[in-house]
C-alpha cells in the first residue's frame, strides 16, 4: 500500500506530518512510504533522514496513493490528483473548509479529521488536540516570560529583593495547565480560573492557586466546557477584572468546542494592567478570549502588549511534528489489517467518529448538516 506525506502548503505551516521514526514504524507495518521533497524541512529534517528511515523521495508522491497523511487539510488541486477509494488522514476543521467536504466527497476519498477523533481513554494515544495543544501551551508562557522585562521568579539578593511576577492563566484544559506549570516552573506567582469544577483541583495540582468566583460551573459534554449566557459571561468579567489588573502576565487559552472563543477579557479590563504588562491570548485565531487581539500580531492595548497567536505548535514544529506523527502512527495502526492492508472498520467507534467523508457520502452528522445547507 502507497502512502504519501506532503509537503505543507499553507503558508507559515512548519510542521510535517510523519517525521522519520514514525517512517520506520508504519514501514514495518507493510506500507510503502513516499514523501515530497523537502517535506520535513520546516521541522529540520532533511530528505536524507527520511530515506534511511525506509522512505523514498519524489515530487509525484500523491500519484496512485492509497493513504495520504498531512498535518493541514489537501488543497483542492491535490484532492483532485487522488483516485477514488483513497482515503487521507490530516486535521480538517470541516465547518469551515466546506468546499473541500464536497471535494472530498464527489472525488470518493474518505476523509479522516484528527480533531474528530472522540476523546475517549482508547483514543488518547491518537489525541492531537491534546499532544499540540500541550505544545501551544507550553510556547504561550515562553512568550510570556520572553515578553516581560521582570524576572519570573523571587529573586533575594545582596542588592535587594525582588518579587516573583504575577501570572494568570485563563482556561485550564490542556494548553493552560501547561501554561501553568510552565509559568511555575519559572517561578512565577501563578493563578488560573477555568469554568470546569474538576480544573480547580488540576490547577492546585500545579502549584498554582485556583481562582475561585462565586459562579456555577459549566460542565459540558465529554470534559468539555459549556457556552457560557451573556449575562454570565458579563458577571464573570467583572470578577475576574481585578485579577487580570493584577497580573504581570495574562495567558488565555479558553475554548468551547464549535463555538467562537468566549470573550473573558475587555479592552478595559486590559486597559487596567500595569505598565510592561504583557496578554498572550491563544485563543486569538478563533474570535479571541481577550477584546482587541490580533492573531498572528502583537498590539498595544492600554500599557499592555497583547500577543495574538496564530499556529501555535508551528512555531516548535519539530517537537509538535514528532507529537503529531505518533498520534497518526497510532491512528494508522488501528487502521491496518493483519496482511499490512489500510482497512478502517466503520464499526470502530474512533474510526465512524473521525471520519468526515466515505463512499461519496458525508458520514459525520453536523458536517453533513452544514454542507447541505451550505449556499
Ligand atoms: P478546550 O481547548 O476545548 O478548552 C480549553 C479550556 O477552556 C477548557 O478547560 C475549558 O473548560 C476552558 N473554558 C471554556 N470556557 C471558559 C470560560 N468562559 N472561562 C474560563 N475557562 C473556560 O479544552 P481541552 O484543553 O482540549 O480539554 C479540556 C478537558 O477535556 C481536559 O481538561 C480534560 O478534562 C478533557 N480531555 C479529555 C481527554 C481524554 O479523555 N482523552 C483528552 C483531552 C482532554
Known amino acids: 500500500m502507497r502512502l504519501a506525506v506532503v509537503k505543507e502548503t499553507v503558508e507559515g505551516e512548519a510542521r510535517v506530518a510523519l517525521v522519520p521514526e514514525a517512517v520506520t514504524k508504519l514501514v514495518g507495518l507493510g506500507y510503502d512510504i513516499v514523501v515530497e521533497p523537502a517535506a520535513g524541512v520546516g521541522s529540520q529534517l532533511s530528505d536524507e533522514t527520511y530515506v534511511e528511515a525506509g522512505a523514498t523521495i519524489a515530487a509525484d508522491a500523491l500519484f496512485e496513493a492509497d493513504l495520504v497523511l498531512s498535518v493541514q487539510p489537501l488543497t483542492s488541486t491535490q484532492i483532485r490528483r487522488l483516485d477514488a477509494g483513497a482515503a487521507c488522514v490530516s486535521f480538517f476543521p470541516t465547518l469551515q473548509s466546506l468546499d473541500l467536504v464536497e471535494e472530498f466527497r464527489s472525488v470518493g476519498v474518505t476523509s479522516f479529521a484528527m480533531e474528530l477523533v472522540p476523546r475517549i481513554s482508547r483514543a488518547q494515544s491518537m489525541d492531537a488536540l491534546s499532544s499540540q495543544a500541550l505544545v501551544a501551551g507550553y510556547r504561550c508562557a515562553i512568550i510570556a516570560a520572553s515578553r516581560l522585562r521582570r524576572f519570573l521568579p523571587l529573586n533575594m539578593t545582596a542588592a535587594g529583593t525582588v518579587p516573583p511576577a504575577d501570572v494568570l492563566v485563563l482556561g485550564a484544559g490542556v494548553a493552560g495547565l501547561q501554561a501553568i506549570a510552565t509559568t511555575k516552573r519559572l517561578g512565577a506567582v501563578v493563578k488560573a480560573y477555568d469554568v470546569r469544577a474538576a480544573a480547580a483541583e488540576e490547577i492546585r495540582s500545579m502549584g498554582a492557586i485556583a481562582v475561585e468566583l ?66 498572550v491570548d491563544l485563543a486569538a485565531e478563533s474570535g479571541g478570549n481577550v477584546e482587541g487581539s490580533v492573531p498572528g500580531a502583537v498590539v498595544q492595548i492600554g500599557y499592555a502588549q497583547v500577543w495574538g497567536a496564530s499556529n501555535v505548535p508551528s512555531q516548535m514544529s519539530e517537537p509538535a511534528s514528532r507529537l503529531y506523527a505518533q498520534n497518526l502512527v497510532n491512528i494508522v495502526t488501528l487502521m491496518t489489517d493483519e496482511d499490512g492492508t489500510f482497512a478502517p472498520d466503520f464499526d470502530d467507534e474512533i474510526v465512524s467518529g473521525c471520519c468526515v467523508t466515505h463512499d461519496g457520502e458525508v458520514r459525520h452528522e453536523p458536517t453533513r448538516e452544514a454542507w447541505e445547507n451550505r449556499s
Open 214 to 279: 462565586e459562579l456555577d460551573t459549566l460542565e459540558g459534554g465529554g470534559g468539555y466546557a459549556r457556552e457560557m449566557t451573556e449575562d454570565r459571561a458579563e458577571r464573570q468579567r467583572e470578577l475576574l477584572a481585578p485579577y487580570v489588573a493584577a497580573a504581570d502576565a495574562l495567558i488565555t487559552t479558553a475554548a468551547v468546542p464549535g463555538r467562537a472563543a468566549p470573550k473573558l477579557v475587555t479592552a478595559a479590563m486590559v486597559e487596567q494592567m500595569r505598565p510592561g504588562s504583557v496578554v
